[in-house]
Each structure stands twice: as structure tokens, then as C-alpha cells.
């Protein structure tokens, strides 16, 4: 029978070939997130539409035409998260997660939604890591939540990316800037493509980052943001490109980076593989002073990034990287006759109770069929169960890799493998 159903586009299954190599990327986060002292937040995957309507802002591409919104059973109104920060605040918020004073500093992983057109590294359920870092307005902690970015892409072994960072200002130099943009964008407007020419009025610092190559070509002479920065943020920035020569980590300073939610202001960078083609941004950050405030909470500064799992896998295939081992058990056992069986129940249980990570195959009653599937399996060993180890409470052991093979007492089984398996 052919299959009835696809998974719906711009989704797809994390199937077991792939899902160890999460697995690994995901752990790799986590302990980055241990080094930094990051704790761990849970949100739903569902909010009330406004609190993105509010923070990512009505103007944006995601609040505009990406996001899965649906009206539950009682009439309200809820969408699908598209991003992970939006929700961290609401939660801070109603949570009163600055009670300890401080800064509170969290990570997360997920699914997120975005309905957009799917192409490579761009999907419509896709999975993001990412960081918040909220109490503080201090340029030393913009640095720390880039180095961590960094650190995080150089453990898992990358070499291939670059970061790039701007400022785009407070409200107050905002001002005088977009006035700027909007001056040198009009006479231009019939070259613009359809979004830009409505950007221009809600939004004109998105014209800086419009893909659409007549308006990047437009854009290129327009003028820079950090020209218009005030004293406070243009001292805010200079600090942090400062710490970050101090750790050494390489940045490019590019003023068009403006970033495509309305929360931002301040420092804005974003991690990059070119060799990605259009979806090249890894990782994107910046600040949210501000958002805390909107969401009902006293002013708090806060700043963050996110990043998606997929491009990230692009790039360490691209660059040939390991991704760990494919799972592979320790043990399998091979049982002989109907008596073994009921052994090697217990036998399984003991094992698995001594962190031996034990396999078998129940269906298969020759010796032949049940060597089989154990070397397809990839086991390290075989241990082997017949009514003769049964009878003189032993085990034949078998290496599978050298072919070495062994018998030795039930009572000395899990010490040994122990001891080989360097399990303790
Ligand atoms: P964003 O730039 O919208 O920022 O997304 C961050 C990252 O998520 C992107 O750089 C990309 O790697 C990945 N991503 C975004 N959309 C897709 C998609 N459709 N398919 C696959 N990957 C995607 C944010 O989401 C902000 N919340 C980041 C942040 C955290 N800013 C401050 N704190």
C-alpha cells in the first residue's frame, strides 16, 4: 500500500540516522550553557498573538505573513511561537524571575514556526537554540552573550564563520536616522520592490536588509547607522568591540544589519557561513532594552541570541566535522534453545541495571541469523547463551572486532565487561 499522508511542507522527521547527530549538537549547547552558567526555561509552544504582535512588532515579516495564528475553542486568539524571546520575557515577566536581583541568564531549545517559503536551511517547523540575558544594559554582558555564540561554534569544531556586528541606536538616534533613510530612499521608490515600498514608511531601516538585488543595489550608498548613534550608544558600542579584541574574537563591523524584529536597539551581530548561500545567518542577536517594560515588567535591559539547529548541521557537514558516533550497544546476546531464553531475561535486566547497554534479537533461533544481526548491530561483544553455559553457570564472551573469544562465570560477567567497557 502506497503512503497515505507526507509530513506537511516545510517539515520533515528527525529519523534515528539523523537524530543522534542532534543529539550531539544539542549537548555540545547544553554544556556551553553549563560553562556560562546559563539556566534552562520551558515555554509553550503556543502564546497569545499579542505577546508577538507587541515585541516582534506589527511591521515585521514574522508578525505580517509568517506566523500560524488559530482561534482555540473558547474564541481566543493564539499563535504558534516564531521565535523564542518574546515568550523568555513574557515569562520573566509573570514568573517575577529578577526577584534574586541580578542578571537572569537562560537558554533554550525548540521547535519554532514561521510559515515562509521553504528552502535549503529554511523551514516552516524548524529548531532553534538561544540564549537571554536579562538585568543588564552593561556592554561587558553583550560581550559575554557573543562569546558565548562563538564558544559554542568553535566546540563543535567550525571554522568557516564570521561575525558581524553594528549598533543600531536607541529610540532617540533612531529618529534622526530613519528621517535620513527615508530622505535618500524616496527618490528611489518605483526601483523598490513592493515590500520595501511599504517599509519605508513603517519601518525604513529594513530596506538596509532587503535580499531583493535592485534595492540592495539602491542601498548600498545609504547612509550608516553609526553615524547618527548618540554619545551613550556610540560609547556602548565602542566597549563592546573592545572586550571582544580582548577575547580575541574576530568581528567585522557591518552597518547594515539591522535585524528583522521590531524589539531590537543598541548592539546587533549575527554569526555567518557564506558558503551557505541565502540563508547564511547562523545565529542573530542583539538587544531588547525595552521589552521587559512592554511586557508589563519594570525597565530591564536585556540581550540575547538565537540559532537554527539546521544551518548549523549544513555547515559541520559542509566542513566535514564529527558529529559522535552512531549508537551502537555493547553487548548482544546470542540465545540457544527455549531454556536460555528465560536466563537471558534476567541475564538482560543485570546487564542493562550495570550500564551495559545490551541488545538481542528474540526472533531468531539460529546460532547463524542471531551473529547477524549482532554484527549489524555493531556490537562491541557477544556473549553467548546455550544450554551448556546454563548448565555450568557460564558465558562464552566473544570480541567482535578481533574475534577473540573467551568463557567465563556468570559471577565474574558484569566486572569483566565492566572493566573492558571502562564503565566506573
Ligand atoms: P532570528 O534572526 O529571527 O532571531 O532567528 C535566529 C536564527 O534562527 C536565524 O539566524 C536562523 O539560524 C534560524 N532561523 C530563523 N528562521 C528560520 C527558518 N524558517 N528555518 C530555519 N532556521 C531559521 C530570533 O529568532 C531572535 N529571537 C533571536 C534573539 C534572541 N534575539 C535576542 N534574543
Known sequence: MANKYKAPRGTYDILPAESYKWQYVESIFCETAKIFNYQKIVTPIFEQTEVFERSVGDSSDIVQKEMYRFVDRKGRNFALRPEGTAPVVRSYVENNLNLSGGNTKLYYLGPMF?????QKGRYRQFYQYGIENIGSDNPFIDAEVIAFGYAFLTKLGLKNFELEINSIGCSNCSRDYDDALVKYFLPNLDKLCTDCKERIDKNPKRLLDCKVPSCREIAKNAPSMLEYLDEECRTHFEEVKSYLKQMNIPFKVNPKIVRGLDYYNKTAFEFLDNNLGAQNALIGGGRYNGLVEQFGGKDTPGIGFAGGF??????????????????????????IGESAKSTAAALLNELRSNQIKAEYNSDKDSLKAQMKAADKENARYTLLLGEDEIAANSIVIKEMKSGEQQIIGRENLIDFLQNRLKIK
Open 114 to 118: 514561521r510559515y515562509d517559503r521553504p
Open 310 to 335: 539546521e544551518r548549523l548541521m549544513l555547515s559541520m557537514e559542509n566542513e566535514g566535522l564529527s558529529f559522535g558516533e552512531f549508537p551502537r550497544p555493547d553487548v548482544f546476546l546470542v540465545m
